[in-house]
């Protein structure tokens, strides 16, 4: 569509102005406006080094050179140098963009120019919230766009205003990501995993320990903190019954929205927890052998029959 007059000359400007202004390319140090809008508090490294953490609904300021390295946390499994998540970056002036773990992402980002509208391709709001987002790299980029009268090439993006700043959002969305994943037994490790008796899915199927076998039935949907726990593709969730106690196995039922019974809490220390019982998901007996129902069990500090990872 062609540009607007008033588009014409506000892009002439910024090409003459900024694009080229020996300022905007001096510019060595910006503040960065970073909010945690996550469940839980997080940890913010930058650079690959801890720089504190910010609480729940708070947001810090970092004046910082331009080029400071990724900004990211480890939180909801994510990892201290990076891995399994997902990362803000910055080149030179006016460059930003987001790269994600390709395989796995803790916490979704968003990066928006502070207080700057976006206008004809420059300064979006980019956003990246799962391993299928289209607004990030997969892996970080080599090499720097060139000053253009146009916007760079996606997942790139540019903000030619001269001492433009950014506001970078962890969990933008307000909560963790789901993911498709297995959920593995302390015991057993990687080889066993939390499964769908005979892939029947329909209300009360026994929830048991399997073999690992790359099936729809070990594929679950959860989340660090309070969750349900979803059989991926299905609408149907782990259930604890109308009586959860000690001993009682487990099953699936069709998912509903404020269920006591599918109200779970899957916590920093790998616990799988129904909120507000006291009751967590158990390795009945500790025993991993195939077919072995899983249970509720009164929650116990120390109890390996509870730890359960993805």
Not at 116 to 144: H, M
Not at 154 to 179: E, L, N
């Amino acid at each position: 569509m062609p540009l607007s007059l008033a588009s014409t000359i506000l892009l002439a400007s910024l090409t003459s102005s900024t694009l080229a202004s020996p300022m905007a390319q001096r510019q060595s140090t910006r503040p960065f406006y970073i909010a945690n809008n996550c469940p839980t508090s997080v940890n913010l490294y930058i650079g690959g080094v801890l720089s504190g953490s910010i609480g729940k609904g708070k947001s810090v300021t970092k004046t910082l050179p331009v080029d400071s390295g990724f900004f990211y946390t480890n939180v909801n499994a994510g990892s201290p140098t990076a891995e399994g998540t997902s990362r803000a970056g910055f080149l030179g002036p006016d460059i930003y963009y987001i790269v994600k773990d390709p395989t796995y992402i803790n916490a979704g980002i968003s990066i928006v120019p502070h207080k700057q509208a976006a206008f004809n391709g420059f300064c979006p709001k980019i956003e990246c919230d799962s391993i299928d987002c289209t607004q990030a790299f997969s892996f970080p980029p080599t090499g720097v766009p060139p000053n253009s009268t146009t916007p760079p090439t996606p997942p790139y993006f540019r903000c030619p205003v001269a001492s433009v700043t950014f506001d970078i959002t962890f969990c933008p969305t307000g909560k963790f990501p789901s993911q498709v994943t297995t959920i593995h037994p302390l015991f057993g490790g990687a080889q066993k995993c939390m499964d769908v008796r005979g892939a029947k899915f329909e209300n009360g199927t026994p929830v048991q320990v399997y073999d690992c076998n790359k099936t729809n039935a070990q594929r679950w949907l959860i989340t660090r903190g309070n969750t349900k726990v979803q059989l991926a593709g299905t609408n149907f969730c782990l259930d604890a019954g109308s009586n959860p106690a000690s001993g009682v196995g487990l099953k699936i039922w069709q998912c509903y929205d404020n269920l006591a019974a599918q109200a779970w809490n899957y916590s920093d220390d790998d616990r799988i927890t129904l909120v507000g019982k006291g009751q967590c998901l158990d390795l009945t007996g500790g025993n991993t052998a195939n077919s072995n129902q899983l249970q509720t069990w009164q929650c116990y500090a120390g109890n390996n029959n509870q730890v359960w990872t993805v």
